[in-house]
């Protein structure tokens, strides 16, 4: 069941972590003082929500989603869109062109997760001492929540400010960078206590919230982007062991509608298509209980696309599939997985479409390399014909889900060494799920190589890809030719928060900026 996300009024207050021109010092909500809000809990519910629902702003904003700035400094997927202008900032990450630190989409995703900590941290101050008997399991999740949004930063942006308190007045808001060592101290101490209260997976209250099983799976995960494999294994094997994760039977499952928040889900952002937004209700720039990503992603039209015989519907062009996506899946021999990840223009043709390139600005689809994208396409059945159908997409974003943590645990057990058979384990469960033979034989580098190669056809354009290929050494290889530079490894400190961060100075930009 969908969620609709209630965008509450506390946010008005997270201005002051993201830099904000004026600060407020303990605002009033509704005329109700903090000090006997979060005396209810029903308040605190309220605030937990809020949590989420500024996650769902900040992977669903349109032409300025973490989802995209994660996703396409990767070789999955080219930004694409009109022409090579249209949304310079996000043709500017995909190319490697001129990234620059004003750079607003860029500045979009650092400051609403500076929110999403901000509203955490407000949750964390108010209840920790309190006799609620909600708290500890609202202090698992505003902990989850300042963790995940710590590892997004640290992992985007490397060395970063660490904010864990209120500040009280404008002077407090200044702070210096800490370091990614640091960071992920912190985001472990804040999992430890979310594994310790959150309900597993098959208690959840609702669908959408996040379960031990998250907890402990993104756990895992920091420990392995720190190269601690041998730390990282009891965390995977946890959520492994627990019947409540699973893989959904065919890759094509996972994006259905009928699967959303299903078993192979560990965090979701939902969304929902009964809110009829129209040309004259869409909150541009704001918050949409629709996805309008999707829209933003499907095929072009103005006669570019044709979709006839797909079930498919025309949007704005935006993240198309790479050439040398398509080619991993045909070398791989994985038909499936394709099929449920994008679509060639010969397989469009034969379903009675049509790419007439004509119609495009000077006679070519930019970024277009013969293909369109399957996953998180714009599927007839995930919009509604209230309102204006394309700014109504029902479709959720996995953002982290069980096969991920498969190949996470399969790399652990490589890279610990002496467990490559549990690595085969591991790997193969994806693999098979495929519709691809399993691997019974490799060992050492060669298997760590095929982990890499799954990784890669199994989380195409879900915003991964870029991350790992820098914390294994691999963007210069894999990137050659594309403007990639070792600069690119991190993005640049947003120029706003060197303005107003009294702390910070140029001299703290990350290097090449």
């Not at 700035?69 to 500017?92: F, I, M, T």
């Not at 689809?365 to 369109?372: K, Q, T």
């Amino acid at each position: 069941m969908k969620k609709i996300f209630i965008t509450f009024i506390l946010v008005l207050f997270l201005g002051v972590y993201s830099c904000s021109e004026d600060f407020t010092v303990n605002p009033k909500i509704n005329v109700e003082e903090l000090e006997t809000y979060f005396l209810e809990e029903e308040n605190v519910e309220t605030a937990i929500i809020g949590i989420y629902d500024l996650m769902q702003y900040n992977y669903g904003r349109d032409w300025h989603s973490a989802f995209l700035v994660k996703l396409l400094p990767g070789d999955d997927a080219n930004a694409a869109g009109g022409n090579s202008e249209d949304q310079s900032q996000l043709q500017s990450i995909d190319d490697f062109d001129n990234v620059s630190s004003s750079n607003v989409s860029i500045a979009s995703v650092w400051d609403i997760f500076y929110r999403t900590i901000s509203l955490s941290n407000l949750v964390i101050e108010n209840i920790k001492d309190s006799n609620l008997s909600n708290k500890d399991k609202a202090l698992a999740e505003a902990k989850f929540m300042r963790a995940w949004s710590y590892m997004e930063l640290t992992t985007m942006f490397g060395d970063i400010p660490l904010r864990l308190t209120v500040p009280g007045s404008a002077e407090e808001f200044g702070i210096a960078k800490s370091s990614r060592a640091d960071i992920y101290t912190q985001i472990q101490l804040d999992l430890t206590d979310a594994i310790a209260s959150l309900p597993e997976k098959n208690a959840l209250a609702d669908n959408f919230r996040v379960s031990k099983g998250t907890a402990q799976a993104l756990m895992g995960k920091v420990l392995v982007f720190q190269e601690k494999y041998s730390e990282a294994i009891p965390y995977f094997q946890s959520v492994i062991s627990n019947t409540a994760h699973d893989l959904e039977a065919n890759p094509g499952d996972v994006w259905s509608i009928n699967n959303e928040f299903g078993k192979e889900s560990l965090f979701e952002i939902g969304y929902v298509s009964t809110t009829a937004r129209d040309w004259g209700n869409i909150a541009w720039g704001g918050r949409n209980e629709s996805n309008l990503h999707i829209q933003l992603m499907g095929p072009r039209g103005d006669g570019i696309f044709d979709l006839t015989g797909t079930g498919l519907i025309n949007g704005w062009g935006f993240n198309l599939p790479t050439s040398k996506l398509a080619t991993a899946f045909d070398t791989a021999g994985d038909v499936t997985r394709k099929a449920a990840t994008l679509m060639t223009e010969a397989e469009l043709i034969a379903a009675g479409g049509a790419v007439d390139a004509s119609a495009a600005t000077g006679g070519v689809i930019w970024d277009y390399e013969g293909a369109i994208r399957i996953k998180y396409a714009t599927k007839s059945e995930d919009t509604s014909a209230d309102g204006v159908r394309e700014l109504n997409y029902s479709t959720n974003f996995r953002l982290f889900r069980y096969a991920e943590v498969l190949l996470l645990a399969a790399e652990a057990y490589n890279k610990a060494g002496g467990q490559d058979a549990a690595a085969r384990t591991e790997l193969n469960k994806v693999r098979v799920r495929a519709g691809l033979l399993p691997d019974n034989t490799s060992t050492g580098n060669v298997l760590f190589e095929a982990i890499v190669n799954e990784k890669y056809l199994e989380l195409a354009h879900e915003g991964q890809r870029f991350w790992d290929l820098v914390r294994w050494g691999k963007a210069s290889t894999e990137l050659a030719g594309t403007g990639y530079t070792s600069t690119n490894d991190l993005f640049p400190i947003p120029i706003t928060e060197i303005d107003k961060n009294s702390e910070l100075t140029i001299g703290d930009q990350n290097p090449g900026y």
